[in-house]
């Protein structure tokens, strides 16, 4: 426009209608999309058209700026990009606990608890199941009543364990249908890229297409974590997890590789690599298939597996009812073959049932100081007997001790260890360091405590106040006054017929007692009672018996020393145990049966060595035969025969002279010497090379006419202080034995890298694997009632041994039974053996431990869908195994040899399947099978409930964006009726210039130039 016309202000009125009216048309396109999902509001942008320099009449010098009027420069999206992003971050987090609690309710309600309908009652039923059968063991109904409810059980969990698996399935199904979803979004995506780009070149503002692909990262933040940059030609570079996926118009379609096999499940890849993601419904998905279904999964597959072992360790060591050894598992189905490589090695146990051996070591007092005469002996009562009873127990005087108080332990060791004392040759008492700054007291046996009996004749004040353990003995008592009075009131001397009957080996004896004489008279007179042992007691001191205890003593059924009084019955027809006021009493006895330290369990004495004790009579030899035996040195592999004329033996020292004499010749004189006093002793005796010990020595007689080993036994030399003086003694040196080290300094277990201190004095098999279950490194050590050491594999490890170190001195693993004993009992703590090794392959673990008792499960999920009750039990219930029996070591090796039922009505058994349930051997030794569901139900609901509030918080906090958020974007409809009205209004006011225009150009035309006419 090169001036200012009417014209010009007319074009300068339509531009205003135009832009008005274009602006009208925005404001409703927002009316029309205000419900439209995803659509952001649009705004004119409204700018001045450029104004024209114009000279005017009253300006004819200097041009003015005259405005030309008005345009729509653009039509903007009003949209914040950061609330943008803020809503997609938080719709990530809600969507993935949204999802993970709705899948963690459902696997609420198939755990049914807590319910009248939940899995713990079928558990708690199973174990209720044995209430019928401890009742009545030989009850054939009660048993198949305990195995229905062991089927119920099973097949209850393994419905539940197969909807997991389904749940797993479905869900494994769902994250490829959300494959498709995605791919599908990044399909438009690269589309709507593609357009955006075109109209930006085209200088267009695609607000719709934007809005679309807006709404499409929305819906795909909904799945999974996202971030994305906008280019300057308005495509994006879009990012899922950790993988790039779509580049302006070119994109990456999510993949879904399945994995082989029947447990395979579809892996998301993005190109050849897996996809990783950290937000998002889909990774609640992935979280729930991979991890927290599976954990609970491999979980009940971890009590399966127990379940089925614990009660197979019972079960097969137990007998049914009638007798019948089972050796049977209760459970089956968790086995898997090694002949493949699907296999996990979940549990080793030793071949070795060390139970019942003979005690020789018990402890007294612990923490000493070095001099025994330091400690005080201190008593309620001024003095008491100890008295020591074996079968050939006569007489009280010659077979106790009196201790009074103020007495030292000195003293109580001179008292014990005198050897002109027949109880000198099984029991002696020694005091020894057994850590570098502590001493103890101890009780020891040369050959064994089987069969003997300590007495407490002060109700276990003297036992007690020496630290030596006991229990309750049950006697009865008579007292001299109960005696005399009876003796007054008779009118005669009579005698008195009595009969007893053991009970368990259906034996019976009879005696005749008479009234008369002394109180000391009438205790030797009961001496002759069968079954029973009468010990004088005197409370006085004054030389006299006060009262006599009559202590049970008798060889019951299996031939095994029996204190049982209520094994025998008494038959009294002539009333003398009334007359005489017999009561019961209460006693206490040295306790030889629960002691069963590793010290007894592996005989950690210092020096052995075979001894035969002629007594106060030396042997007379006539002169005549061949004594022939063979020694064979198990340490340094030397076999000889040993051949001594007896026509050159006169007395013991000839003897030992012959001996010796062979055994130099045979190269044996540097194992083993023979040794005599000349009058009582015969000794052969062990050296350094064999460790001082006669377990490293195989001895063989094969002619002996003249009896001379005939009472030979093993003699145990315990404290090393008595065994240095002996040796010297003999004229020998005694420089400690490889077991006196173990047993003062103890040895160490190692598993991985940490070491597992055991005290073989004061630890057990059971202390010892208790300390393994401490170690917290992922192995759970276990014993079985008939003493087999078991070693199980932890959830951390995954049930699988092979995942560690194991390693504990030879020796150890051989008596365990876990390898092969070599024959050699020389102890090595410093050097250990391995027994595990997570470096080996699989045919070295096979190798390793093809002498142990192994069980290996499969490698893959499902375990529990296997398990069932043995088809053995299943058939024939009365085959449960109900009673444990008694074990016997009849070699003294403290292995069982023999195991013989106790009989029909036994149900120990029972008892130590009830305890399986509150043994804490779940979840690496921290859960019983009884807390199992009850953690799983919390644990869940615990998960459940921290995902629904993180579900509520992310959703408070969606909600506080995405109002914010479409508070900007969003349609008011009360705006945009101001907005229509106020452009209709600037509308109008630019039609009337352009009408007032239209009158000034009708009057110029219509009306100027007419003057004159």
Not at 359 to 367: A, K, P
């Amino acid at each position: 426009m090169a001036d200012l016309t009417l014209f010009g202000l007319l074009n300068t009125g339509m531009l205003g209608v135009y832009t008005h009216k274009l602006a009208m048309n925005v404001v409703a396109h927002n009316v029309a999309n205000v419900d439209t999902p995803g659509f952001s509001r649009q705004r004119p942008v409204i700018q001045p058209t450029p104004p024209v320099p114009i000279t005017s009449l009253t300006q004819p010098s200097i041009p003015l700026q005259f405005g030309t009027g008005s345009m729509v420069k653009t039509i903007e999206r009003v949209r914040d990009e950061f609330l943008d992003v803020q809503y997609r971050q938080v719709n990530n987090r809600f969507n993935y606990w949204e999802s993970v609690m709705d899948n963690l309710h459902f696997i609420e309600q198939l755990l049914g608890e807590p319910g009248e309908s939940g899995i713990r009652k079928f558990f708690d039923a199973l174990f209720s199941g044995f209430d019928d059968v401890i009742s009545d063991p030989t009850n054939a109904a009660a048993k198949r009543g305990f195995v229905s409810k062991v089927e119920e059980f099973l097949s209850v969990f393994k419905d539940l364990y197969s909807r997991l698996q389904q749940l797993r399935d479905d869900i494994d199904q769902e994250i490829a249908t959300r494959a498709e979803e995605i791919n599908t979004i990044l399909k438009r995506i690269a589309d709507l890229n593609s357009k955006i780009r075109t109209s930006s070149i085209l200088g267009v503002s695609p607000n719709d297409l934007l809005d679309e692909r807006d709404l499409l990262l929305d819906q795909l933040s909904d799945l999974v974590n996202i971030s994305y940059r906008v280019q300057s030609d308005g495509q994006i570079l879009l990012n899922i997890g950790d993988k790039a996926v779509l580049n302006g118009s070119s994109y990456m379609e999510l993949k879904v590789y399945r994995e082989p096999g029947a447990y395979g499940v579809n892996i998301l890849m993005v190109g050849n690599s897996e996809l990783y993601l950290s937000d998002g419904k889909l990774k609640a998905l992935l979280y729930m298939r991979d991890e927290k279904i599976p954990e609970l999964m491999n979980r009940f597959d971890e009590l399966s597996v127990y379940l089925a072992d614990t009660f197979n360790m019972v079960h097969r060591e137990s007998f049914d009812s009638s007798g019948n050894t089972t050796g049977i598992d209760l459970f089956s189905g968790i086995n898997e073959t090694t002949e493949t490589d699907n296999w996990r090695l979940f549990r080793i146990a030793g071949n070795n049932r060390l139970l019942n051996g003979p005690v020789r070591y018990i402890n007294g007092f612990m923490g000493l100081t070095n001099d025994p005469s330091s400690h005080i002996i201190s008593l309620k009562s001024v003095r008491g007997n100890l008295v020591f009873l074996d079968e050939n127990f006569t007489d009280t005087n010659t077979s106790s001790i009196a201790i009074e108080t103020g007495q030292s332990l000195q003293d109580i060791l001179n008292l014990i260890n005198d050897d002109s004392k027949g109880w000198y040759s099984w029991i002696r008492a020694g005091y020894e360091d057994y850590d570098p700054t502590k001493y103890r007291f101890y009780l020891y046996s040369p050959t064994s405590f089987r069969d003997r009996l300590v007495l407490d004749t002060s109700s276990g004040e003297l036992l007690s106040a020496l630290g030596l353990p006991s229990k309750t003995q049950e006697v009865l008592t008579i007292t001299s006054y109960d005696f005399e009075e009876a003796l007054r009131n008779l009118q005669s001397s009579p005698s008195f017929y009595i009969s007893i009957r053991n009970l368990d080996a259906g034996t019976e004896d009879s005696t005749t007692i008479s009234l008369s004489g002394t109180f000391d008279d009438f205790v030797a007179q009961l001496s002759s009672l069968p079954f029973f042992k009468a010990v004088g007691v005197d409370s006085d001191g004054d030389g006299n018996y006060d009262l006599v205890h009559l202590v049970p003593f008798y060889r019951d059924k299996n031939g095994d020393i029996s204190t049982d009084i209520n094994g025998l019955e008494v038959n009294d027809p002539d009333g003398l145990f009334s007359l005489l006021k017999a009561q019961s009493q209460s006693l206490q006895i040295l306790d030889t049966f629960s002691v069963d330290t590793l010290e007894n369990v592996f005989d950690l004495h210092s020096a052995s060595f075979l001894e035969t004790d002629y007594g106060t009579t030396p042997p007379v030899f006539p002169g005549t035969g061949t004594l022939e035996f063979t020694l064979e040195d198990l340490v340094n592999g030397i076999n000889e025969n040993i051949a001594v004329d007896m026509s050159l033996v006169k007395d013991l020292n000839d003897l030992a002279a012959q001996i010796n004499s062979q055994l130099a010749a045979s190269g044996l004189d540097s194992s083993i010497t023979a040794w005599t006093d000349g009058s009582r002793y015969l000794r052969l005796v062990t050296l350094e090379p064999v460790d001082y010990s006669w377990t490293n020595i195989a001895f063989d007689v094969t002619s002996d006419p003249s009896g001379i080993f005939n009472n030979a036994q093993q003699i145990r030399i315990s404290p090393s202080n008595e065994a240095v003086t002996l040796y010297s003694n003999m004229g020998l040196t005694y420089n400690g034995s490889t077991r006196e080290t173990v047993r003062k300094q103890g040895f160490e277990l190692r598993i991985n890298s940490t070491p597992v201190y055991i005290d073989p004095v004061l630890d057990n098999l059971s202390a010892m694997a208790e300390k393994v279950n401490n170690s917290g490194t992922g192995i759970l050590a276990d014993v079985s009632p008939h003493g087999k050491f078991f070693l199980r594999a932890g959830r951390s490890s995954n049930l699988d041994l092979t995942n560690f170190f194991f390693e504990a001195p030879s020796e150890v693993l051989q008596l365990l039974g876990f390898t092969q004993d070599d024959g050699d009992n020389i102890w090595s703590v410093s050097a250990l053996e391995k027994l595990l090794d997570p470096t080996w392959d699989r045919t070295e673990f096979l190798d390793k431990l093809k002498y142990a008792d192994t069980l290996t499960i499969s490698d893959k999920p499902g375990i529990t869908l296997n398990l069932e009750v043995s088809d053995s039990i299943r058939v024939t219930a009365a085959s449960l195994g109900v009673d444990l029996g008694i074990a016997r070591d009849t070699n003294g090796d403290w292995i069982i040899d023999s195991i013989s039922p106790r009989g029909e009505s036994n149900t120990d058994a029972v008892v130590e399947y009830l305890n399986l349930r509150f043994k804490k051997y779940l979840g690496d030794g921290d859960e019983s099978m009884a807390e199992f569901f009850g953690a799983i139900v919390a644990e869940i609901g615990i998960e459940g409930q921290t995902a629904q509030s993180m579900k509520l918080n992310a959703e408070a906090m969606k909600k506080q964006v995405d109002t914010e958020r479409e508070r900007v974007k969003g349609v008011s409809l009360d705006e945009e009726m101001g907005n229509m009205i106020k452009y209709q209004h600037a509308f109008n006011a630019a039609a009337r210039v352009i009408s007032a225009v239209d009158e000034m150009i009708g009057r110029i035309i219509d009306r100027l130039g007419v003057v004159g006419r």
